[in-house]
Structures are given as structure tokens and as C-alpha cells.
């Protein structure tokens, strides 16, 4: 094997540019989501190394010294972080000319040619699902050979090779877990909604749901969802349980853990069999969900220890979900939150502003509707229409990019890139603060905020945290 890093490069100060992170940018509160997407193939090359540098603070002074004996690098790179990503490349290659340096992402997926274009600093970057690529380089297998890259000659050539195939058999996949405990410091990863310390992973790949803005399916996962057996998650799980004693809540990042309903109620009775949703026992788990779920299945998840869904409800609007191809109607969602209230299954619901059809009216839409439904928490994101996803065609051939091509601030923050005629991105961009102002500061809203911190001091330390971090996240983006 190569002597192996895989980075997640400095960046943005508070960047959370994981996949996991369904918008790479800083949050409104800071949280950073598990490097999975890196962790997988380094789980693959034995006696690799794996630094995730913006959730561990560390500077290119910090890491800079890790790359001199190093044979192969491969990077994580993202739209947004793609000019820092090839300045680190370029930083690594003028420190160690001999290092193969390689980018992974739905970025390069996508943009295959211009990403090798951007600098002579790549030497290959990796398309489409990319674990199993990786491993073939370290093991030194000739770049000519190797299915799924594109990369760069003697003389300079770019060359494309056939693509790879998706795998089929998930189990093949070794514990990613095991290189979050070898290389990474657990307790530096925290998410607003999810108890801390908390450890991700995925159970399977791909999603059924077509939604036009979304990433990963579109560009690395696919639509077909490929899932492992429950029994290698649950020794997964059981690993975990182990090595991060410490562990308050377990999340599951498929994309959509609910669309195969008998194999989760399968997971979730396994999971009741370790101990989950039993007296006394300290670990809850979490996952990805559509609002569509039936009371069957979601009693079932919360009987065995499920405390939180993660939702993309994204409007309010019937027609805007038409567009978007969501494959969801607003009263099914009423009804599926309306039963999570009822079974105390908390919720973090996802809105997005700015989507195809969008108006003043059916934002005002959307944030009533939010306040109706209430979720314990929200997240209110602007649209984002990346490279290599079915808005991004939209955008472009419709004309509704306002003209920048960056995707956030100079500080790291979510830019509003979509603009119509009648309803400009400025517009759309300050509903992001009005929606939280309104769903938030409304006194049923405080007094359940303030009941929670009063019953649970982490929480109220928690709470406070997270206070001074989005009122600093407002004035930021008055500034911007």
C-alpha cells in the first residue's frame, strides 16, 4: 500500500464541508458532520491517515508536515471549497513534488474536465462512487488501469477512463467507525439538533426520491438505494457502543432511512435488542426521513429507541413540491407530524427558499405552515443549485443565476444565487432571517425552549451556546 492521507482541507472558518452535509457551508450554529465520505476508502488502505481539518481547527502550518512522506493524498473537495482545495494541492505538490494527489467529490464527479483543468497540481480525481478507486491507486495499480478517474499523463493529457461500476454488496464496506476512533477527536463533531457526542454513519447508499436540488443522488449515490444487512450495522453499532463509551445518540445518514419500511422496523428491533429505547439506557439514535412514514412504523422506531427524525419538508406550497419532483403531499406531511408529536418522536425539519415557482405568497405560505406543523427545531436553507443536479440545468437554461458564481460569502456563508423576476435573490435571501425570527420568537416556541433548558442543565448550557452563535449568525448576514 501507498502511504496514505485522505484530507478534508482547511477552509472557511466553521466550514462544515462533509458529505453529510447536505449544504457545505457554515451553519447558523457551528456544527460540522463526520468526513464519512473520506473515512470509507481510508477504511480500505490499511495504515492510512485521515485529518479533517476544519473540525478540528487545524491550519495548513497545523497539517503541512503530514504530507511529506506521504506517496498519495486524496482530498474531499466541494463546489464551494474547490479554489481553497486546488490551493492545497498546490501547497502539497510544491512540498512534496512526488505525492499522487487526487480529489473525490461530487464536484469532480461532475465536472470532471474543468476540475482537471483548474491546476496541473491534480493528478486524478475520482468519479462517481470512489471507494474501491481509491483503494486500487494505493495498492498501485496503474492510473491507465483503473476504472472511474480521470487523470492526468506524462505529457500532460487528460485522460478518462471507463467508469466503474456501483457496488452491490454494501457489507463489502469495511466500519468506517473504526477510522473515526483511530484518526479523529469524536467529541470535535457536534450538530444543533442531535445530542453530543454523537457518531454518523451510513446503512446503505442511494435514494428512491427524485427532488430536483438535491446532491448526492444525483451525482455520487444514485437513486437505486443499496443497502448493507441489518446484521453489519447492528456489529457496527455494537463497535460504537464499545469504543466511544461516551456516546449520546447514534445517526443513520442514508439519505432516506424510511423508504425500506420493513427493513428499518427490522433495524430498530435489533437495536431494542442492545438495549435502545429501554429504561436507562444512555443512547438514542436518529435518522434521515420523509414526511410520509406510517404510525405503524414510526411506534415501532420510537418503542426501540428512536428520539429524532431529520425531515425535508421544504415547502408548504403543493406546487412548489410538484417542481421540485418531492413525490410528497403537504396533508400527508401534516398527518406524519402530527403522529410524531403524538408518539413524542422529535423533529428537525428542513425548509429551502428560493425553489422553482417561488413567490412572496407562497413563502408566507411556508412559514405559516411551518408554525402550524412545529417541528422542534428548524433549518432554513436558501436554494442551492449545484453543479451536476436538475435545478442547476433549470438555472441555467432558464436564466435565474443573479449573476456571481460563488456559492457563499467570503466568510463561508450560504449565498442566494437563484433571482426571478419577480422575486429577486436579495428578497429571497433576507425571508431566511424573517422565517427563523417568526418561527422561533413566538412565545409558545420560548416557553418550550426555556421548559427544556430549565429540566436538562446540559441543554441549558447547550441552548446558551447556540444562542449567542445565532444572533451572531444574524448580524453576520446583515453585514454581508
Not at 428499518?264 to 429501554?278: C, S, T, W, Y
Request: negative net charge.
Amino acid at each position: 500500500m501507498m502511504r496514505s492521507l485522505f484530507l478534508q482541507a482547511p477552509s472557511f472558518e466553521g466550514y462544515d464541508g462533509g458529505a453529510g452535509a447536505r449544504y457545505q457551508a457554515k451553519r447558523e450554529i457551528r456544527s460540522f458532520w463526520y468526513p464519512t465520505w473520506l473515512a470509507q476508502p481510508a477504511a480500505l488502505v490499511e495504515g492510512s491517515r485521515l485529518i479533517d481539518a476544519p473540525a478540528h481547527d487545524l491550519s495548513w502550518d497545523d497539517i503541512k508536515h503530514e504530507v511529506d512522506d506521504k506517496e498519495l493524498v486524496v482530498l474531499h473537495t466541494s463546489t464551494p471549497s474547490f479554489s481553497q482545495d486546488v490551493h492545497t494541492a498546490e501547497l502539497i505538490k510544491a512540498r512534496n513534488p512526488k505525492a499522487l494527489v487526487g480529489m473525490i467529490g461530487a464536484k469532480v464527479a461532475v465536472e470532471t474536465q474543468e476540475a482537471m483543468e483548474a491546476s496541473t497540481a491534480i493528478d486524478f480525481v475520482a468519479r462517481n462512487e470512489f471507494d474501491f478507486t481509491i483503494k486500487d491507486i494505493a495498492e498501485g495499480k496503474p492510473l491507465a488501469e483503473v476504472e472511474g478517474i480521470s487523470w492526468r499523463d506524462a505529457d500532460g493529457s487528460i485522460i478518462h477512463n471507463r467508469d466503474r461500476a456501483v457496488i452491490e454488496d454494501m457489507d463489502s464496506l469495511p466500519f468506517v467507525s473504526k477510522v473515526y476512533k483511530r484518526d479523529l477527536e469524536y467529541k470535535k463533531y457536534f450538530i444543533g439538533y442531535l445530542k453530543h457526542p454523537y457518531v454518523s454513519f451510513y446503512t446503505g447508499r442511494g435514494c428512491k426520491s427524485r427532488c430536483t436540488f438535491c446532491l448526492w443522488p444525483q451525482t455520487v449515490g444514485g437513486h437505486n438505494y443499496r443497502t448493507r444487512s441489518v446484521a453489519h450495522v447492528i456489529e457496527e453499532i455494537k463497535y460504537v457502543l464499545k469504543e466511544f463509551p461516551e456516546t449520546k445518540e447514534l445517526f443513520f445518514d442514508d439519505d432516506t432511512l424510511t423508504d425500506l419500511g420493513e427493513r428499518v422496523e427490522e433495524l430498530a428491533i435489533e437495536m431494542g435488542k442492545l438495549g435502545f429505547g429501554k429504561p436507562g439506557f444512555g443512547v438514542t439514535w436518529s435518522c434521515n426521513a420523509k414526511a410520509n412514514v406510517p404510525y405503524k412504523t414510526l411506534k415501532i422506531l420510537r418503542d426501540n429507541g428512536l428520539r429524532l427524525l431529520l425531515v425535508g419538508y421544504e415547502s408548504g406550497n403543493q406546487q412548489i413540491l410538484h417542481n421540485i419532483k418531492k413525490g410528497l403531499r403537504v396533508e400527508v406531511a401534516r398527518q406524519f407530524t402530527k403522529d410524531c408529536h403524538e408518539l413524542g418522536i422529535a423533529i428537525h425539519g428542513t425548509f429551502v427558499l428560493g425553489l422553482p415557482g417561488e413567490t412572496l405568497e407562497t413563502i408566507e405560505e411556508t412559514i405559516e405552515y411551518a408554525k402550524e406543523i412545529n417541528p422542534h427545531t428548524i433549518q432554513v436553507s436558501l436554494a442551492a443549485p449545484y453543479p451536476g443536479t436538475f435545478l442547476y440545468k433549470q438555472a441555467k437554461e432558464n436564466g435565474w443565476f443573479d449573476g456571481t458564481h460563488d456559492m457563499l460569502t467570503q466568510h463561508g456563508e450560504q449565498i442566494a444565487q437563484l433571482s426571478y423576476e419577480h422575486l429577486p435573490a436579495s428578497v429571497i435571501f433576507e425571508k431566511v432571517e424573517e422565517f427563523y425570527k417568526r418561527f422561533y420568537f413566538r412565545p409558545r416556541k420560548i416557553g418550550s425552549i426555556v421548559n427544556e433548558m430549565v429540566r436538562d442543565w446540559d441543554m441549558m448550557k447547550r441552548r446558551l451556546r447556540e444562542g449567542v452563535e445565532f444572533f451572531s449568525f444574524l448580524r453576520q448576514r446583515k453585514a454581508a
